[in-house]
């Protein structure tokens, strides 16, 4: 899928090339993984009916990592879950477009974009986050493609790369250094979170088995590739429930 794989590349670059407002050098990303305090942060990104079996974009064997969260959540002290929230007619959608289809790719005034079925459109079920999640510790819903000609796989910042969701400014006010991502899908919304996290300096990681990808076009293995360039490190999620 070429747009994603200039993209990928490109933020990677620019996840690489830039320490953020944090002000954390890039080899901070190398340390080892300690329990999560004070500092860390959980992001269960986009674990919605529309990503789970059954849902319109549905992510095989999303379900699977519901209860790894859970068993992660009581681990941190601090917790912030994400929404895909659609207005109908959404630009990311296929159905907007007379004559395409799911899957196919399109130029925006922000770059190339996926067209997807229609999904966790605003106040509808797909939309809702499973009732199987446990997390009621969570302190923050960051919804994201909420802008009708603007689509938002990043929970810091949308699509167009320069319109911020406000999340990076609440976890640096909050003094949160290093960000867990878990959630779906691998090689989209998750990447794309924790390559903006690097991008504003923190510490990240991608907990693998909390996640499933989509892998279009062999788009999961280009985004481990690119977060791997990015700093973003890849764990398990045994590496955090040791004392």
């Known amino acids: 899928m070429h747009n994603h794989d200039r993209r990928f590349v490109l933020k990677g670059a620019a996840a690489i090339a830039f320490t953020g407002a944090f002000g ?12 999560p305090d004070d500092d860390s942060v959980l ?18 064997e999303g379900d699977a990592i519901i209860p790894i969260i859970n068993r992660l959540a ?8 994400t929404q895909d929230w ?13 004559g395409k289809h799911p899957f196919d790719t399109i130029k925006l005034p922000y770059g190339e ?13 797909g939309a809702q986050v499973s ?36 999340l990076a400014g609440y976890l640096k006010q909050r003094g949160i250094r290093r960000v867990f991502c878990t959630g779906l899908a691998t090689d989209f919304c998750v990447a794309w979170t924790a390559m903006d ?32 360039k990015a700093g973003v490190q890849r764990i398990q999620s045994n590496d955090l429930m040791h004392t």
């Open 197 to 228: 996290a690097r991008k504003a300096g923190l510490i990240t990681y991608v907990v693998e088995d909390a996640t499933r990808g989509i892998d279009v076009n062999g788009s999961y293995a280009k985004a481990w590739d690119s977060m791997k």
């Open 24 to 35: 954390l050098a890039d080899s901070a990303a190398a340390e080892p993984v300690a329990r």
């Open 74 to 81: 009581p681990v941190f002290q601090n917790i912030i879950l």
């Open 131 to 166: 009732d199987l999640l446990q997390v009621p510790t969570a302190q923050l819903v960051i919804r994201k493609g909420y802008h009708k000609n603007l689509d938002s796989y990043s929970a810091f910042e949308e699509a167009d790369h320069k319109t911020p969701t406000g």
């Open 43 to 60: 992001l269960v990104i986009d674990v919605q009916n529309d990503f789970l079996p059954g849902g319109s974009l549905a992510v095989k």
């Open 113 to 125: 974009q996926v067209l997807w079925p229609d999904h966790c459109l605003q106040g509808s079920r």
């Open 86 to 98: 659609h207005p109908s007619g959404h630009v990311s959608f296929a159905s907007s477009h007379p």
